[in-house]
């Protein structure tokens, strides 16, 4: 399993950013994203399942991030709005093959067994 972010950067708050996530290597997934902030432990901020399309988010992230999938790209987009200084963190890709459902049970750091290498996300005040 190959994974590939893009897309990060500097925003100013209330700004917003689509991060990609190009995969290879896997057809049925649980694909989160995942951030660190310094000084922080990692935190799975959504993720989306192949099987059935469902979704989990974190709530500090609820209404303003959304995740999809482009499966004719075999991409997966976190498109982030509202951005906050908070959400400023290395964000990754990562994957878990098999068709489990989204859930807080499953989205979480130790779940997955691939990992991309990261984009870094900065968000100003």
């Known amino acids: 399993v190959q994974l590939v972010e893009s897309g990060g950067g500097l925003v100013q708050a209330g700004g917003s950013l689509r991060l990609s996530c190009a995969a290879s290597?896997?057809?049925?997934?649980?694909i989160g994203w995942v951030r660190q902030a310094p000084g922080k432990e990692r935190e799975v901020v959504s993720c989306?399942?192949?099987?059935?399309?469902?979704?989990y988010y974190t709530d500090s992230v609820k209404g303003r991030f959304t995740i999809s999938t482009d499966n004719a790209k075999n991409t997966v987009y976190l498109q982030m709005n509202s951005l906050k200084p908070e959400d400023t963190a290395v964000y990754y890709c990562?994957?878990?093959?098999?068709?489990?459902?989204?859930?807080?049970?499953?989205?979480?750091?130790?779940?997955?067994?691939?990992w991309g290498r990261g984009t870094q996300v900065t968000v100003s005040s």
């Open positions: 290597g896997v057809d049925n997934y649980l």
């Open positions: 989306i399942s192949s099987s059935d399309g469902g979704t």
């Open positions: 990562a994957a878990d093959p098999g068709t489990v459902a989204a859930g807080p049970s499953v989205c979480v750091p130790t779940w997955f067994g691939s």
